[in-house]
């Protein structure tokens, strides 16, 4: 099973086939199962912006589609001054399909940070309707 510093190792991978070419800010991330799988996902930019689908996502959905229903692990790298924080809809998607998972971030310059989601992501969303 990948350690986190392999899972790290993984996303920087998974960023360097990042479409960024609006923001130039490439982000890698590599999604880990129980069983030690690794999926990656890039930031995927496009002309309208709006459209834009974060690193975070593209790992969570690609493997979603591969059937895959439980997860440990994500790392995200991005090359910035400290590591960068998911954002909203990426943190409220992981919650929903990974629950409180290990969230490592990097930068390319080797500082790193640690979470649980729950951390990160206190309060989420979820309704459940009156009977
Ligand atoms: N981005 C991610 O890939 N993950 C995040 O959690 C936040 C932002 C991407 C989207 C866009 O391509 C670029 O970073 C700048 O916002």
């Given at each position: 099973m990948a350690t986190e510093n392999a899972l790290i190792e993984?996303?920087?991978?998974?960023?360097?086939?990042?479409?960024?070419?609006?923001?130039?800010f490439k982000v890698g991330a590599a999604l880990r199962t129980p069983s030690g799988k690794v999926y990656h996902g890039c930031n995927v930019e496009n002309c309208t912006y709006g459209?834009?689908?974060?690193a975070e996502r593209v790992a969570l959905l690609t493997a979603l589609a591969a059937g895959?229903?439980?997860?440990d692990a994500i790392a995200v790298v991005?090359?910035?001054?400290?590591?960068?924080?998911?954002?909203?809809p990426c943190r409220q998607l992981m919650w929903e399909f990974c629950g409180d998972i290990d969230v490592?971030?990097?930068?390319?310059?080797?500082q790193r940070v640690d979470y649980k989601l729950s951390t990160l992501f206190p309060?989420?969303?979820?309704?459940?309707?009156?009977?």
């Open positions: 993984e996303a920087k991978k998974a960023r360097e086939n990042a479409v960024a070419p609006f923001s130039k459209l834009t689908v974060c895959e229903r439980s997860f991005t090359q910035s001054d400290e590591p960068s924080t998911p954002c909203g490592t971030l990097a930068n390319l310059t080797g309060k989420p969303f979820y309704f459940s309707l009156e009977s």
